[in-house]
């Protein structure tokens, strides 16, 4: 068997409706002997393990089927860092796909490249009309495409997300810390703990990932952002921890860029809390939050750049009513 350029996992936890669409979108004749589809199966009870054997037995150098107890998406990515071969690694989620011809060049790149991280694009398809949304959060419009970086020119210009993110295998590994298991918005987690050993990156313009929209238990919906509030507060507080505990070893940039993570992640648990009713005690909560991220990490309290958050904090937080109301029209998005 060749040597792997690039280990794809993808986490399948009862996704037999997207995961024929996600995995047919790998197979390219150009790119077989190079590519290793790791298909973690977190304990489903559909026909996920089905199609994910069927694949295994049609490309057997390319898929391998891993099925383990339920453990959420966060051990979904762990046993796919333990169990990848290749140089390379990236998570592509059962229920979303990718764009065969920019995947395709993603893989030749790869092969060309050495480098830590690898962003590229990636675009939001609404999952009813299948038309693109938009492109990811973050786009790389601050930087310049197929240009080697290194971390410290890039912070403060951009944050690779989790589905435009290829990072280095070994990279994963040499961090030994795992990401939460049983526990939503660990994608935070995955794009925050290499860090520390990322020096260099390459932004590439074609995009690759296919992010589907619009699907009934998503995370990011308000409804299932009000439900998983602790674990979306859990994930926040654990990466300051985490920020603390490396500190001594940070550089400059890589303390920054965490920062500028953890405040992302505190504009999104403001945007949690005013989209609760009035009267529901969200406002003292988010008062508390956001007096002990100013105590705790100065770094990444004022990297929050959500311009509603800063006019919370300059009205002592009495515009909270006021925040409340005016976030009532977007209670079915987040």
Do not use: C
């Amino acid at each position: 068997m060749s040597e792997k350029i690039l280990t794809v996992v993808v986490p399948s936890y009862n996704v037999e409706a997207y995961l024929e669409e996600t995995l047919s979108s790998f197979i390219h004749p150009d790119i077989m002997d190079d590519l290793e589809v790791l298909i973690v199966n977190d304990g489903s009870s559909d026909r996920t393990v089905e199609i994910g054997e069927r694949y295994e037995m049609e490309y057997p150098q390319t898929f391998r089927l891993i099925t383990k107890e339920n453990g959420g998406h966060g051990s979904t990515i762990n046993r796919g860092i333990k169990e990848a071969s290749g140089k390379y690694f990236k998570v592509v989620d059962g229920d979303d796909w990718v764009d065969t011809e920019n995947f395709r060049r993603l893989i030749k790149m790869l092969k060309r490249l050495d480098v830590d991280v690898v962003g590229s694009n990636y675009t939001k398809v609404d999952d009813a009309s299948r038309e693109p949304a938009k492109l990811q959060e973050y786009p790389f419009e601050k930087v310049e495409y197929g240009r080697i970086y290194r971390l410290e020119d890039v912070v403060g210009k951009v944050t690779v997300p989790m589905h435009a993110m290829t990072i280095k295998t070994d990279i994963l590994r040499n961090m030994r810390v795992k990401i939460d298991e049983h526990m939503f918005y660990v994608d935070m987690e995955y794009i925050t703990f290499p860090i520390p050993y990322v020096d260099t990156l390459i932004f590439l313009e074609p995009s690759v990932y296919r992010y589907r929209l619009g699907l009934p238990n998503q995370s990011m919906s308000i409804k299932k952002m009000q439900a998983n509030l602790k674990n979306h507060l859990h994930v926040l507080l654990r990466l300051e921890r985490y920020a603390e505990h490396m500190d001594g070893r940070l550089s400059d940039a890589q303390r920054q860029y965490i920062n500028e993570i953890i405040g992302w992640m505190i504009g999104s648990q403001m945007k949690i809390y005013i989209s609760f009713p009035l009267g529901s005690g969200k406002r003292k909560e988010a008062m508390a939050l956001d007096a002990f991220m100013k105590r705790r990490n100065s770094g990444a309290y004022y990297s929050v750049k959500n311009k509603a958050v800063w006019f919370l904090r300059y009205t002592g937080f009495l515009t909270f009513p006021a925040a409340v109301l005016a976030f009532k029209h977007r209670r079915n998005s987040y």
